[in-house]
């Protein structure tokens, strides 16, 4: 495989599929042509849930970064959120509970993932999370070395020797911090400012933070590898990959980290048999971590042979999951237990195409519950998971209990008694399933209907898992859109792209599906921009020449301000209210038409 490669592949395949409508995410008043240089990364880094607009539906790309905020964004691009990091996060806050508890923050899971990346030493932490720098502004040169330590050049950086800054302003860099300064320049993450100056004591904006750390992710190239430990060693393991068939040897050098259970552990310690998790940069393995819990695996297949020679029982077994498992051979463990049809018997009750669930520990399989009969199973869907290579549906069956099952390439799908798709199933659908080796063989699932009204929050547009989130009743809900959603304006058949933010919506549900969703044209939110003409700040008035983008052609338009109307001043005046706003000033202004015709503003951004 081309390591490279695949993670540029998946950087682009989630810039391309997962394209958010959101008050604070792809699309941002605030974000103006002047922050063109990283618009594409505020969208690309929102979508993905890297970092977030505010809830007035702006991002304030000038706003400065704070020490905390700059600690949980690095935490992100390392990989805090992924599912395949989720127990090795639990971990590591484990082991740093008690150096954390002192910390007046509510961010400790992403304070101890950069310690247990090595990224932050406890000895640093009163200088990023401390009660009275916090809250303070990031510096070029301390964001120079955060970036610097989450690429995990820190040593390369110290040991470079000679360091030449090709700064005019060079000499200001503090000592500390020029061998960062020269490491993330060299890579090309940070760059100088106006007339070749780094400008260290410049204060990061939000922008600029997700710009460096865009750019350094990209650089990074991040990717997961599992495996299981074949031998160890003081300097080296013999790993078996996921979805290999030959044994690979790791030289184990003090660049990367090895961490057990969240703590800093040795190659010795990762016993044969035990599984582990790569964590890559480019070709390079960074970490290489374990769980002991893990050591237990869960495997499920249909059974293709068993056989016992020399006193050695082994089973071959075709896996019924991801599409690209191969069939695998397992040594039983001599005290295996074998249940089939909840009986307890020996090897020789197994047959060539038992669906079978086996645990595996120390390379043996220790025990085995194999299925011989087509079983019926009646309840509701609480997940859907389309995003591998083999769908997989969770259910709550009425016995309480949880089960997931995969989908044979022929299922049959009947919703509301028509054949249809997995993609129209819902969370919440009732659902009569047959299952035969492990896999759902036949699924009929029925809706249950509602109708409601609800303020359009976000619009998400995806490949694998489109959806429109509504506040509803002052709380918010997210709702999947199905590939049979309708939506109309003005009783108008449209397209999810005529919905608006702000926008009233009726909402029709099948289960927890959206089938229908409607708005008014007169309700539907948009933008006004201009220049001030006057002020009423009496009766909250403005006057404004608003500019049609499309034409370039100006009109007259009166706007109403409501009085909770929000004034955000993108300029060094800090203009808070209406009253302080001036004719001249160039504005966007954030509002809708009410039922008389008359635009009111919710939020007033001054740009000029």
Known sequence: MNCKRYAAAIVSIAMLFAVVLHAGAATFPDVLPKHSWAAEYIEDMVSRGLIKGYTDGTFRPDNPISKLEAVILAARILGITKSENEEF??????????????????????????????????????????????????????????????????????????????????????????????????????????????????????????????????????????????SSGADSLVVRKAGENADTEIEVTDDIIINIDGYASSPRHFEKGFVIQLQYHGDQIKMIEGLSKRNQLEKSGVIKNIARNKGITTIVVTPTGSAGETETSYELDEDCEIKVDNKIVTYTSLRQGNYVVMKIKDSK?????????????VGTITDIDLSGDTPQITIKKNDGSLATYTLMVDAVVIRNSVVDQIRSLSVGDRVDVAVSAGRIKRISANSIDRTFEGIIEEIVISSTSPSITFKISGQ????????????????????????????????????????????????????LIGIITSVNPVYNVITMDVIDTTTGKTSSQTVVAKSNVKIIDNTNTRVSTVKGIEPGRSVIVLGALDSYGTYAANTIIITQ
């Open 89 to 230: 996060v639990q971990a590591a806050l484990e082991a740093y509970s008690s150096e954390l508890e002192d910390y007046d923050i509510n961010y400790k899971a992403e304070v101890a993932y950069l310690l247990y990346w090595n990224v932050l030493k406890l000895s640093e932490l009163p200088s990023y999370i401390g009660d009275d720098v916090k809250n303070t502004a990031m510096r070029r040169f301390e964001v120079a070395t955060l970036l610097t330590k989450v690429m995990g050049g820190e040593k390369e950086a110290l040991e470079s020797g000679i360091i030449i800054l090709d700064y005019a302003d060079s000499d200001t860099v503090p000592t500390g911090a020029k061998a960062y300064v020269q490491y993330i320049t060299d890579k090309r993450i940070m760059q100088g400012m106006e007339d070749n100056k780094f400008m260290p004591m410049f204060e990061v904006t939000r922008a600029m933070i997700v710009t460096m750390m865009h750019r350094m992710e990209i650089s990074m190239e991040p990717y997961i590898e599992k495996a299981t430990v074949v």
């Open 365 to 377: 399989v220790v025990s085995i519950i194999a299925e011989t009969k087509e079983s019926s199973y």
């Open 476 to 527: 918010s809900k997210k709702y999947a859109i199905a590939p049979n959603t309708t939506f109309y304006v003005d009783d108008q058949e449209a397209t999810i792209y005529d919905m608006r933010l702000g926008a009233t919506a009726t909402i029709s549900l099948k289960s927890e599906n959206i089938d229908k969703v409607k708005i008014a044209s007169t309700v539907v939110p948009s933008q």
